[in-house]
């Protein structure tokens, strides 16, 4: 999916339609929180004598949404959008 460099959009905070330059953000995996209940209990457990950790268990992933970062150009306030539902195609920026 091609999407152009710039685009017009609503910027909350000049309260305008505005040029916005425009960035793929799609990610496939983001990092767990270190500072969660479950992984401290799994560190707690790699570290101390104790049996295997079980892994995490295989699901059946759901399709991850196209998203792209606009940038307005006059204030340079960043928001996120979904430009299509479910990735069929990874978004690219037109050149």
Do not use: D
Not at 23 to 33: A, D, I, M, N
Not at 39 to 65: C, D, F, N, S
């Amino acid at each position: 999916m091609i999407v152009p460099k710039t685009m017009r959009a609503f910027c909350a905070k000049c309260k305008t339609h505005t040029p916005h330059k425009v960035k793929v953000s799609t990610s496939k995996f983001k990092p767990g929180r270190t500072l969660a209940w479950g992984t401290r209990k799994h560190e707690r457990k790699l570290a101390g004598y104790h049996g295997k950790v079980k892994g995490k268990a295989t699901v059946r992933k759901q399709g991850i949404r196209n998203k792209v970062m606009l940038e307005c150009n006059t204030c340079k306030k960043k928001h996120e959008r979904v430009i299509s539902g479910r990735m069929k195609k990874k978004a690219e920026v037109a050149r």
